[in-house]
């Protein structure tokens, strides 16, 4: 399936979600999803699965170590097939109660392990304790709170008044938001693990999202160049200063690295941003040379994927690389509203929630 162009208005001002508004970012960029038509999925799954279970486990066996080419080689071929298996726009129904039936969660983990995300949708509207509930049915439990959340840790993306202190941040404008992950800038005891949006009310105009699975995106550095994933690997590549308001540290600096792997279960973790101030990256010709790959793999956009949100239409995913389009609202109707919630836990559809551990 191939998409159309996007085309961000070059006057929109793209800054990840711990952003202040910067300078014009122009982008243009054509995606690529493997289109489905078959039943192999299934099968595929099982053998992806115990993958994830031996990852889970800790054991030392992680497909995203570089010391392991075989598990690997195995990973690699599993996420293929079922990318190639799969449709990565596919909704999945909620039920009148607004979850998924027990029978689709096999479904759900297979989408998170192909695309990175699940699409859901149902015909009633989801407050916010529903749009919780929804999402701990993904294993997701241990929310991360930041500073924009309402009291419940849920962040209701609006456009809010030029007076409201968020209004210096760009996720609460209406306008784009250029690639990263979110909270890069946390340190890796607070990795935001998982994400999950619930679309309220859809812009009149714009307002969609980009995603690109930073799995997939590994896979095709380590196809290409694995020298500079070892550079995308380590720890001192990306130094994000400290955000100082008033005199105050809001948030003190952090250091780390693009691509690690889950000390807590061996899955890959990614941090990154576009935006080029406020951030410092490692510059000897090793990391300009990967930094360069990663920019040109999401020029070139095989991977990426285009949504744009309906009403009662919501994703969860593995904190994957996003942006969001600019968007204008109408002023005769309600103003564009999707939740957001950020999670500690990794996406596990079906497992049980740890306990709340903070
Ligand atoms: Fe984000």
């Known amino acids: 399936m191939y998409f159309n162009w996007l085309r961000r208005d070059p006057e929109s001002v793209a800054d990840p979600t711990d952003g202040r508004l910067q300078s014009p970012v122009h982008c243009t960029r054509i995606g690529r999803i493997d289109h489905v038509n078959s039943d192999r999925a299934s099968a595929m799954y099982a053998s992806l699965s115990d993958v994830s279970r031996r990852v889970a486990a800790g054991d030392g066996d992680s497909p995203f170590s570089l010391a392991n ?10 996420k293929l097939e079922l990318r190639r298996s799969l449709e990565a726009t596919r909704a999945l129904d909620l039920g009148a109660d607004g979850k998924l039936a027990a029978a689709d969660l096999a479904a759900a983990a297979r989408q998170v392990d192909a695309f990175g995300f699940v699409l859901f949708e149902g015909d009633g509207r989801l407050d916010k304790a529903a749009f919780l509930a929804l999402n701990r049915q993904l294993g997701l439990e241990r929310l991360d709170a930041n500073p924009g959340a309402d009291t419940d840790r849920v962040t209701s993306l609006t456009r809010v008044d030029d007076e409201d202190p968020r209004a210096q941040y760009v996720p609460y404008t209406n306008r784009a938001l250029n690639w990263h ?92 941003t576009s935006r080029p101030r406020n951030i410092v990256w490692k510059r000897d010709r090793q990391s300009t040379l990967a930094l360069g790959l990663v920019r040109e793999l999401l020029m070139a956009g095989d991977g990426l994927v285009e949504l744009r949100l309906r009403r009662g239409q919501g994703l969860v995913c593995s904190n994957l690389l996003h942006g969001r389009e600019a968007y204008a609202d109408d002023p005769a109707q309600p103003p564009r509203l999707v939740f957001r919630a950020r999670y500690l836990d990794p996406v596990r559809p079906g497992v049980e929630p740890p306990a709340e551990r903070d």
């Open 69 to 78: 080419d075989d598990a690997y080689a195995a990973w690699r071929a599993r």
């Open 181 to 272: 992950t979110d909270g890069y800038y946390n340190d890796s005891a607070r990795a935001i693990r998982a994400f999950a949006l619930y679309c309220v009310q859809p812009a009149a105009r714009g307002g969609g999202n980009f995603l690109f699975d930073h799995e997939y995106l590994y896979l095709q550095i380590r196809d290409r160049a694995p020298d500079l994933l070892r550079a995308l690997m380590r720890p001192d590549l990306m130094r994000v200063p400290a955000n100082v308001q008033n005199g105050r540290v809001v948030r003190a600096e952090e250091t780390g690295p693009v691509f690690a792997i889950d000390g807590d279960g061996g899955g890959l973790q990614m941090r990154y």
